[in-house]
């Protein structure tokens, strides 16, 4: 991991100069104690663990037609799925670009954005499968939710919102982001895996060469990080790809395990997908789409400050009271990266826990977004080779940053049981809901009742009442079938 202190002695720059560059100046490489070398890798680290989002974003989104006869997902009319999926492919990487950028210049922080696991799923089997929605409303819902953001962000509301968060609660985010980040690694890793009776167990590691290989792969990060060895992460997960390429091409094992067998051919005319929010507009249930927006809304809302608060934890970015200052102006990246990307057609974009790599890499500005947003617009040019590195390598990074991010529970008071009760929810609801968003509402929810349980009612403002009340009404209506009767 880079030193936070120490990398502006060399030079901005990372020549050992004077920090007099474009760049240094312009991000402020000296106050954030940085140089150009620390942040071009903490770019490239977190690129390599979100590039997975340019394959899996449209694999999710694109219905696949199947014997059920639903179309779960977006279909175009004279297009075949992988035709759709690349179109989709090259919207994902439009609407990530737009919003680093904005992250880059305005925020000046080196978080990545993309559109988010989850809310496409609900867009792709909920939305359009289960409740029938066309996919032109679902994206109307989108930018719907991304002009409201705007606003919102804009008169400082969801800053204030952020900021009501329990104090247990904001300490308690990077531990249960770090839980999740490891479920999603090790999964992809073919280290954990599915089970009916345990829901989950221990993967078939000796017999399955992509999880051996993953494994081999970790250990060698490790052994990097650990050493100090600058860039490790993506040393080690460039290295495994490698590896798979290699045994591949050996005859070790056959085309596809570790390394794909072949490329897709791109697809660039968006034509069909830009501005299709539009027809979404017309014979919109008012009910529906409200409910629709009301749950991409608070998913988003929560999943993007949860994010913040939780990487800004590992990158020494809050302050004492545990707030990331000029939240605002991260928010409104997210925002407008929703709002572009709905346009194009996409789901949600949301801020990535992905993020962390690159912070624990050393990037501390918005030159490492900058770095991020410069080669997802690279990925254009050859969109098929996003596939080129293996799921089971990218993801070796999220395991190395999800256990430094455990260290973060120190900061919990866990003596208090008012604390330790909000806070255990929010780190254990995480990873097991694969939800950052139900992990932060279970400890909002908790707190006030807490509190109150040991007499510190007077401690607990009405805006956290009220948060906690929203929350339990947005449970309700995720959970009790709401949505599905509406329509």
Do not use: C
Not at 347 to 367: H, L, P, Q
């Amino acid at each position: 991991m880079a030193d936070d202190t120490g990398s502006a002695s060399r030079g901005s720059d990372g020549s050992g100069g004077t920090n007099d560059s474009v760049f240094a100046r312009f991000f402020g490489f000296a106050e954030h104690g940085t140089d150009l070398r620390t942040e071009v890798l903490a770019g490239i680290t977190t690129f390599l663990t979100m590039s997975y989002i340019v394959v899996v974003n449209p694999s999710i989104m694109t219905d696949q037609p199947g014997d059920d006869g639903f179309q779960d997902g977006i279909a175009i009319q004279g297009y075949s799925p992988d035709e759709v999926e690349q179109m989709l492919a090259v919207v994902t990487i439009l609407a990530a670009a737009v919003a680093i950028f904005v992250m880059a210049f305005y925020a000046n922080r080196p978080f990545g954005q993309a559109p988010g696991l989850g809310l496409n799923a609900f867009f792709a089997f909920t939305v359009v499968g289960a409740l029938g929605i066309p996919w032109e409303t679902a994206l109307a819902a989108v930018v719907t939710e991304g002009v409201l953001f705007v606003l919102l962000t804009a008169v400082g509301a969801r800053e204030y919102v952020i900021r009501l968060f329990p104090e247990p609660v904001k300490f308690s985010v990077g531990t249960g982001i770090g839980l999740f980040l490891a479920i999603i690694g090790l999964q992809e890793m073919g280290i954990v895996v599915d089970d009916a009776a345990t829901l989950v167990t221990l993967g078939s590691v000796a017999s399955d060469p992509a999880a051996l290989l993953a494994v081999l792969g970790f250990f060698l990060t490790a052994v990097l990080y650990a050493r100090g060895i600058r860039g490790s992460i993506v040393i080690g997960v460039v290295l495994t790809t490698v590896a798979g390429y290699l045994a591949t091409t050996a005859g070790f094992a056959e085309p596809g395990v570790l390394f794909p067998e072949s490329l897709p051919s791109p697809q660039y005319d968006i034509t069909p997908l830009v501005g299709a929010f539009i027809e979404g507009f017309g014979n919109v249930d008012a009910f529906a789409f409200s409910l629709v927006v009301f749950t991409f809304f608070f998913v988003d809302f929560f999943d993007t400050a949860g994010t913040l608060v939780g990487v800004g934890q590992a990158g020494g970015f809050l302050d004492d009271d545990g707030n990331l200052p000029d939240i605002d102006k991260p928010l409104m990246a997210d925002a407008i990266g929703t709002t572009i990307g709905g346009i194009l057609g996409t789901s949600t974009v949301t801020t990535y826990v992905e993020s962390a790599t690159g912070v624990e890499e050393g990037g501390r500005t918005g030159m490492t977004a900058l770095v991020v947003g410069l080669l997802f617009l690279a990925a254009l040019v050859v969109v098929p080779l996003a596939a080129a590195i293996p799921l089971y390598a990218s993801h070796i990074a999220l395991v190395v940053v999800a256990l430094l991010m455990l260290r973060n529970v120190v900061e919990i008071q866990w003596g208090n049981i008012a604390h330790a009760i909000p806070a255990g929810l929010t780190i254990l609801v995480m990873p097991l809901t694969y939800s950052i968003a139900y992990g932060i509402a279970a400890g909002i929810i908790a707190y006030p009742l807490m509190k109150t349980a040991v007499g510190e009612f007077d401690d607990i403002s009405l805006g956290q009442w009220l948060l906690a009340g929203a929350f339990v009404v947005y449970f309700f209506v995720r959970t009790s079938g709401t949505l599905q009767g509406a329509v």
